[in-house]
């Protein structure tokens, strides 16, 4: 992806994350292929970074986000990773919240560039960007529950305001998938294309962007968004009543059935406690 006229933007998460500078577009890609990009605790500390620096910077006006490969965007949390205690420990990670993004509100605009699977995690990462881009072969959805657990970076509350509230609360009470036809239809994207022109395709929407006045697009999203001080103080309850119910589900008896399930490739056997 790296171009003659792209700079690398040095940022932490030893390589798990990538970032340059190309033009006035910061492109950040989660390095992981072979784990199907998900979220380690190097990957929030690259993304994290990244947008702190795409913040701080007036060389910036616009972020894309997507995923190297070209089979998934994000599988979501590294479950491995979770299940050895293996989280960033750092005070930042809080304030960023999932994959160093989710709750990391920044004034610069944010486009998602889909390039294949998305769900649970990886819906939650589009749901907190500001625009998408999806290749054909993109899919998407919160499919938590069928593992006895809650999507609690913010896909819980976010889906019912991005697409009506009913098709919402089917997508993730049942965990079945939508697909980027579905999405496009939906509102969830707004371009749908062949995976070998999904970067331009963002780059093309970025372009659209900066063709206007930078501080002038960016108070624009502060406003749009409910941006002070780098947080969104209207979402504070939604992450309240998350936190509490995605613990309960978390430590429920169901929710180790459903983990073990997964493990053992086998269909669980809930209790409903």
Known sequence: MTGSDATEVPIGGDGDVLAELRGHV??????????????????????????????????????????????????????????????LADERAARWGFAGFVQHAISKPIIAAVNGFALGGGTELVLASDLAVAADTAAFGL????????????????????????????AMLT???????????????????????????????ADAIMVNAPVAVQSTKRIARGITDG??????????????????AFTSADAAEGLMAFAEKRAPRWQGK
């Open 26 to 87: 910061l492109i950040v890609t989660i390095n992981r292929p072979d784990a199907r990009n998900a979220v380690s605790a190097n990957v929030t500390l690259g993304i994290g970074e990244a947008l702190d620096y795409a913040e701080a910077t007036t060389d910036v006006w616009v972020v894309v986000l997507t995923g190297a490969g070209d089979k998934s965007f994000c599988a979501g949390q590294d479950l491995k990773e979770a299940a050895q205690g293996k989280f």
């Open 231 to 248: 947080a969104i103080p209207a979402e504070a309850p939604d992450w309240e009543r998350t936190g509490t119910a995605s613990a309960a």
């Open 143 to 170: 499919p938590e529950v069928k593992r006895g657990l809650v999507a609690a970076a913010g896909g819980a509350f976010r889906l019912g305001r991005q697409i009506p509230p009913k098709i919402a609360m089917e």
């Open 175 to 205: 965990g079945q998938p939508i697909s980027a036809e579905q999405a496009l239809t939906l509102g969830l994207v707004n371009r749908v294309v062949p995976g070998d022109k999904l970067i331009d395709e963002a780059l093309a929407l």
